[in-house]
């Protein structure tokens, strides 16, 4: 067989602009349609009312500080499977690859005891509204029972980009969401067979495309994933210390996505100060960014096997190319996407059938905060470098002070004037700190390198 047809051989042998491209272009694509069936989610309970679409606004904090866990335990598991496959040592990738299962597998049962405690009291400590309250412990509640289909998914996805096969990854997620798509409507409104379940529907619909996903992702590892062998033994059988070895890599894109949980709780808080009307639009933001960061997110998920088996490898000149690539990537996609955000602000926020009080007060919001775009973009490739090759603590830290440290005491003290347009402009300036904090951990990375291996990434 040809190596460079083999799926994780090529991580090392094939071009590195084709291999980039072949590997991301999928996750890529599946990640947008995921982003699309997200926003086709808002935008089918926006139609059926402000209320509902103020609920899953506020719902976002918690459904997004699982789905954190399960990608968390993706990239921690993904960097390995690939970084021992690059040392040519499988059976030790499989045996990560099936502990990476078990850790999602606890960290659903975590949430799922969570489901029955939290989602009243969590709504109620944001909005005074009875309705909102309701419908987002109607949605919320369901999702987060039925998130084991999300971690399971998520882990056996990465799993196949971990290989190579990223293409494989693209249909489970891509399945998924069409079957989402499809349901939303149905399921919402009551068309066809079903009956109306509004914001319930929406739910429901949700849990069952992402149940899709989860089967046809173990269908494919298990049929065409000849590098890693998946078995219900290995599954259950306790290893701590690769539990450890995968959060440890992982553990900054949890927090990265938990604390985003966190500063869009805090930022709600300050919005309150303003209107619910701003809390609305602060989280029709949120949704309609996530078409900018997809894309990037879709690219970091490619990009990771690569750098990792290339680390394990010692290839670093493919290293350094994968970067440059990644950069230039970036900055296309969010210079495009921010000239989107300023020319046709009050068109985005239609989509979710806004009201004209919450269009208002997105518009300004949209330009403002579109600003840091690019710089938030090159950071996250900059932290995908750290996490890839063993500088997990640096990734870390500029996440938590991009999203943490700067932007919630700056929010804060932009509320204190009174001022609603201050408050969004904390955010663009956080994300220039973080840029030239990662810049400064990239230089002292490029010196561990060469101390260690004896090239660096410098010229990259």
Known sequence: MDRENNASDRLGIMPVNKLVFSISLPVI????????????????VGSYGDMPLRALSLAFPIQNLFISFA???????????????????????????????????????????????????????????????????????????????????????RILMATGRTKLSMVSQATGAVINIILDPLMIFGYGPFPEMGVTGAA??????????????????????????????????????????ILK????SIILNAITSIVVLVMNQIL???????????????????????????????I????????????????KQVYRISIIFVAIVTVVCTVVCQLFPAQLYSIFNATPEVTAIGIPAIRIMSIGFVMAGIDTINSTMFQSIGNPMHSLICILLRQFAILIPLSIVFALTGNLILVWCALPVSEAFALFMSFMFMKTLNRNIQKTIGSGLQNA
């Open 204 to 245: 429901i619909a949700t849990v069952i495309g992402q149940i899709a996903s989860a089967i046809i992702a173990l269908i494919l590892n298990l049929v065409y994933n000849k590098e890693v062998t998946l078995s219900i033994r290995q599954v259950f059988s306790f290893r701590f210390k690769e539990m450890g070895e």
């Open 71 to 157: 990608v968390g335990f993706g990239v921690g598991t993904n960097a390995l499977v690939a970084r021992y496959l690059g040392q040519n040592k499988k059976k030790k990738a499989s045996s990560i690859a099936n502990t990476g299962i078990m850790l999602s597998i606890l960290g659903y049962l975590i949430f799922l005891v969570l489901a029955f405690f939290i989602c009243e009291p969590f709504f109620s400590f944001q909005t005074e509204f009875r309705e909102v309250v309701d419908y987002g412990v109607e949605y919320l509640s369901i999702v987060m029972i039925g998130s084991i289909a999300i971690f399971i998914e998520i882990i056996l996805e």
């Open 249 to 252: 890599i992982g553990i900054s």
């Open 272 to 302: 309150i100060r303003f209107s619910e009307n701003a809390i609305t639009a602060y989280g029709v933001y949120f949704k309609l960014v996530s078409i900018v960061y997809m894309p990037i997110f879709g690219l970091n998920a490619g």
């Open 29 to 44: 694509i599946s990640m947008i349609v995921q982003a699309l069936y997200n926003i086709v989610d808002s935008a089918f």
């Open 304 to 319: 990771v096997p690569i750098l990792s088996y290339n680390y394990g490898a010692k290839k670093l000149d493919r290293i």
